[in-house]
């Protein structure tokens, strides 16, 4: 019988699960400020995580993140194993920016997670593959964050 030496996680994978660890523990000690602060503490990560990417996914993160914010204020800026996100007041996320870069994929993803309110029928989008945006793509991506996401 051979012993299998590989590892069970890989390098990518540990720094995902240390990454979403990390972002649990700053959740908790965030539980103890004000709603105010706690917002402007997400902000600063997003903003820092934007600010570490490429160019391309750079430019892409900062405009998804003022869409989000005109379209959807009431969402919590805050990080998702290491990525832009916005949660819900339940301190779930809704939507977060997937670059390209991160995952050596040919394209970068926008996408809502489970609290989002997209449900139409049996079938329906949850990611959007985003290589720029126009107005009209804009325009499109406003109208879901505003469908996923309505003002409680």
Known sequence: MTENTAPVLTEFERAAVKEAAKESRTRVARKKISAE??????????????????????????ALHRLVAENAPHLVPRTYYGMPAWANGAGKVVCFFKPKAKFKVRYATF????????????????????????????????ERIRKAAPAE
């Open 111 to 142: 996408e809502f997670e489970w609290p989002a309110r997209l449900d139409e029928g049996a079938v329906w989008p949850v990611s959007y593959a985003v290589t720029a945006l126009s107005a009209t793509d804009l325009a499109f991506l406003g």
């Open 37 to 62: 602060e706690a917002r402007a503490a997400g902000e600063a990560d997003v903003m820092a995580k934007i600010a570490e990417m490429d160019g391309e996914d750079g430019a892409l993160a900062e």
